[in-house]
Structures are given as C-alpha cells and as structure tokens.
C-alpha cells in the first residue's frame, strides 16, 4: 500500500484515474469541465464511470458547465442503450452539502482526501 499526503496528489490522482482500463467511482462536490471532459473521453475506451457530486459551487466555477456536459453525454449514451455512466448530482434542498472527496479505480486504487476533481 502506498500513502501519499501533501503536496502533489492531485497529479496522483490524475496519473491513475485517467489510466483506467475499468471503471472509475468518484465522489466530488466540485469537478471541474475540463477534467470532466478528460473523464468522459475514458467512456471512448469502454470504460465504466459512477460520479455522485452536488449542485453547489464551493470552489471551481466551472462546475455547473461540467454538470451540464454531464448533463447531455448521459442524453447520448442513453439515446445509444449504454450504461457506462451514472452522474447523479445531489440537490442541496436534498442534503446541504456532499463533501467526501474519493476516488476508486479499476479496483486497484482508493483515494481518499480532500481534493475535488478540479485543477486546484
């Protein structure tokens, strides 16, 4: 098992999760477009995708637009009768706040923290 703390694990989280061969389950209240959009390019490579995430911007200002991509790529893969991803985005009338930061890949990796899928 490897431990990483500090400084530089956003580049860990990068290497593995858009490495995967198959799947990714990510929590994260704030993903980011453009790492939204590098996520969605797994989905190319048949590659599972389970994200749960929250309607409140905290700390990246794109991420109503990766929600919204979200939004129109599960419109196309279900247009095309694949499920290779569920993005669900918890209403803070329903719970205020989703705020566990954890990424799981390929059964392989578990991150857990407090970095959100964003670029900070």
Do not use: W
């Not at 959009?37 to 794109?62: A, C, E, H, P, W």
């Not at 919204?68 to 419109?75: N, R, V, W």
Request: glycine share 4%.
């Amino acid at each position: 098992m490897q431990t990483h703390i500090g400084r530089g694990i956003g580049k860990h989280i990068e290497e593995e999760l858009f490495n995967a061969k198959d799947y990714v389950k990510i929590c994260s209240p704030n993903i980011s477009y453009s790492l939204c959009k590098r996520l969605f390019d797994l989905l190319d490579n048949n590659v599972k995708i389970r994200v749960i995430t929250s309607d409140v911007i905290t700390g990246d200002k794109n991420s109503n637009q990766a929600n919204s991509l979200a939004k129109d790529t599960i419109k196309k893969f279900q247009d095309e009768n694949n499920s290779n991803l569920e993005y669900k985005v918890i209403s803070t009338h329903d719970i205020p706040l989703i705020h566990a930061k954890i990424f799981v890949i390929d059964g392989k990796c578990a991150i857990m923290g407090s970095a959100n899928l964003t670029e900070n």
